[in-house]
């Protein structure tokens, strides 16, 4: 079984940096791809970055472009989130997300097949 582990979230302020990490610690598997996603409370899981093992091009989301960065270690299956500047509005549980398949696009929650538990991401004004 795959189990995603996500690490590095807490409470910082506005204009705080923090980095956030998410490891499989389960069965070994090539993934294509790998994401973050985040949500908060009542509201649908929204993209935040993504990057695929080939090519490695990342994609943001337009809310966090110039702030965020996804980078992989593929020697260790392992995705990050550098997170800089980070606004009040940035505040939400942050979900890891991987796939072993192929696609076109990896912005989307149902591009992904396994997810972590989530790590709370709290940043106060």
């Known amino acids: 079984q795959v189990t995603l582990v996500e690490s590095g979230g807490g409470v910082v302020q506005a204009g705080d940096s923090l980095r956030l990490s998410c490891a499989n610690s389960g069965r070994t598997f090539s993934s294509a791809a790998m994401g973050w996603f985040r949500q908060v409370p009542g509201k649908e899981r929204d993209f935040v970055a993504s990057?695929?093992?080939?090519?490695?091009?990342?994609y943001y989301a337009d809310s966090v472009k110039g702030r965020f960065t996804i980078s992989r270690d593929n020697a260790r299956n392992t995705v990050y989130l550098q997170m800089n500047s980070l606004k009040p509005e940035d505040t939400a549980v942050y979900y890891c997300?991987?796939?072993?398949?192929?696609?076109?696009?990896?912005?989307?929650?149902?591009?992904?097949?396994?997810w972590g538990q989530g790590t709370q991401v709290t940043v106060s004004s």
């Open positions: 990057v695929a093992w080939q090519g490695g091009v990342p």
């Open positions: 997300a991987a796939t072993q398949y192929h696609s076109s696009s990896y912005t989307k929650p149902t591009a992904f097949d396994y």
